[in-house]
């Protein structure tokens, strides 16, 4: 028995740029375009790691202050 999402998928295969427009990066246009996008997400990745270290850091600091005052 064949699955019938599997035949409506089968039916509709979306082009590169199909995938690319439902993306949530875009298409790259050549090599150079490809290097700004890598560079780009790595930047993004770096500002979210320190981001996660300055709330890490600050939720320690909430719970000394709990812990200082007798809540925990």
């Known amino acids: ?5 599997y035949e409506a ?3 509709e295969v ?4 199909e995938e690319y427009r439902n993306a949530d990066h875009p298409m790259p ?5 490809l290097e700004e996008i890598i560079s780009r997400l790595e930047k993004q990745n770096q500002e ?11 939720l320690e600091d909430t719970l000394k202050q709990f812990r200082n005052k007798g809540a925990l």
């Open 48 to 58: 979210l790691r320190l981001d996660n270290q300055r709330l890490t850091k600050q």
């Open 1 to 5: 028995m064949i699955d019938e999402l």
């Open 14 to 17: 979306m082009t590169t740029k």
């Open 9 to 11: 998928t089968k039916k």
């Open 29 to 33: 246009r050549g090599p150079n375009d």
